[in-house]
Every structure is written in C-alpha cells, then in structure tokens.
C-alpha cells in the first residue's frame, strides 16, 4: 500500500541520514582522542589532524543544512510559489557565487548571453538553490582546466520540456531521461536553465536514481569536497514545486547535462501576471 511504501521510505531516508552524519563524527571522536594522546605534543601532526577535523565538521555542516531545506522544501510541496524570478539573472548571481570555488577547481564556468532576460513564475530562493546545485555538480565533476556551459533559453515549448526519454540514439549514445515531467497543461511555456559539464559522463542504469536521496555514482571522483547526497534531490522537489521539468543527458565519457523548466511568467499587463514578493 502507499502508506507502507511512504512507511518504508521514511526509515530507509532515516537509516541513511544517520549513516552519513555517523561517519564524520566517528572520524572527529578518533581526531579529538588522538590529540589527547600522543599527538598533543606533535605540532605538525597536530596541525594535520586540526585540518581532517574541519573538513569533517564542514561536511556535517552541509549535510545537517541540505537536510533542513530538504524538509522544508517537501512541507510546502502542494503550494505553487507565487513569486516573479528572472531565471538568467539568478543563473549570473550563482556564477559570481560559485566563482572562488570554481577558481580552486581550475573550472571555468561560462554563460554567453549575461544581459538575457527569463522571467518565471517562482521563489527566488529555491531557484537559486536549482541553479546552484547543478553548477556545484558541474564543477565537482568536471576536470581542472575545462568549463562549465550554462545556457538559458526564454521560451521552449510544452512538447521539449516533456519529451520522454530517448535510449542511447543520441550522438555519443547520450541518453535523455526526464527525471521531473511538467503537467501537459495545452499552451504552457517554459524558461529553461541548461548546466553542461565535460567530467566522466554516467552509465544509463545510473540516470533514474540520480535524485534518489544519498545516491551516488560508485567509481566516480568528486575532488576533495565531497557532495551531501542530498542536492538532487532537493532540486527535484524545487522543480516538482514549481510545477517544472528536470532532464538529465549522459553517457560514459560525454559529460553530463542537465537541464530545469520552469513556467514562463506572464508579461507585465496581463490580468494574471504575477509581482515579485
């Protein structure tokens, strides 16, 4: 039954989350009791340990942060934002956000068109938050020295941002998988934000359970700051939300694409059109 499905995902959501904040703060208590040892008069060991520690905690962090938006994002689910957000203009505000990492990483993250114009209906908010975790992904993905493509399109038809899956006929054998599909509601239109990146690509299997909570593709390496599991999953109910779509294009060795729709916002006049809160 439904009941016992929701049942069943509550505890396996549990058992995960516990698993993956039980990891960092086993990692801290060993720190904290080696520093209480014979590593308190080592200086340079101490200083090593120091650095594991923060890189721990900052993981813990991140993950406790994503958690809390991750519930707050499914309470208010059923309830269509009422908000006017340029799409372009929050992609430009994250592209400065993520600029100092994306300097780490030896990425480049590249958008054309900067002065485009997208206006959708949304909260500003979660569709930063879209943009930011598909750039981060992009980035934690790509090899150091190449670039991530971020384009916007103002207005794509109801039949793109609900096509169904194609199986590995792309050039490449890329495979597109609709991961959120928007109501087929006659008319409709949508903005759409597409995050390109050039890193390993993913295997077919792996593209239904992407925004699966705490999934992860094995084998794949994400630099030194390791993702929450968690971002994903957070995007898919922001677009769910949003009454949107999310796509994912991929294959081993192509890169990974990503793309959000989000309704267009109706112009200024319009006896429906929408104000910024």
């Known amino acids: 039954t439904d009941v016992r499905r929701m049942e069943l995902m509550r505890v396996d959501f549990l058992a995960n989350a516990s698993h993956e904040l ?10 904290i009791e080696t520093l209480k040892g014979h590593a308190r008069d080592d200086p340079k060991a101490r200083d090593r340990f120091l650095d594991i520690m923060a890189v721990q905690a900052d993981r813990m962090s991140r993950l406790v942060a994503d958690l809390l938006s991750l519930s707050r994002i499914e309470l208010n689910e059923h309830v269509p ?3 006017r957000v340029d799409l372009a203009r929050a992609a ?6 993520v600029s100092i990492l994306s300097a780490e990483r030896s990425v480049t993250v590249r958008m054309e068109d900067r002065d485009l114009s997208a206006p959708v209906h949304g909260d500003r908010d979660e569709i ?3 943009v ?9 993905y790509s090899p150091s020295g190449d670039t991530v493509d971020i384009v916007i399109r103002p207005d794509v038809t109801l ?7 194609s199986g590995g006929n792309r050039e490449g054998g890329v495979t597109r998988l609709p991961l959120v599909t928007p109501d087929r ?7 759409a934000i597409t995050v390109r990146d050039h890193g390993p690509g993913m295997a077919r299997e792996h593209l239904p359970r992407l925004t699966e909570r705490f999934y992860r ?7 030194e700051r390791q993702g929450t599991g968690l971002g994903l999953a957070i995007v898919k109910h922001i677009v769910n939300r949003h009454r949107g779509g999310l796509t994912v294009e991929s294959a081993p060795g192509q890169g990974a694409v990503f793309t959000a729709y989000f309704p267009v916002a109706l112009k200024s006049g319009s006896q429906t059109s929408l104000t910024t809160p």
């Open 132 to 140: 930011q975790n598909l750039v981060d992904n992009a980035i934690k």
């Open 128 to 130: 930063v938050q879209v």
């Open 185 to 191: 509601e006659a008319g409709k239109r949508y903005a």
């Open 22 to 31: 039980k990891t960092p703060l086993a990692s801290l208590a060993g720190f």
């Open 81 to 83: 934002p009422s908000g």
């Open 217 to 223: 593709v094995e084998g794949q390496k994400s630099g």
């Open 92 to 97: 430009v505000d994250v592209m400065d956000a």
């Open 159 to 165: 039949d793109e941002a609900a096509a169904p899956w």
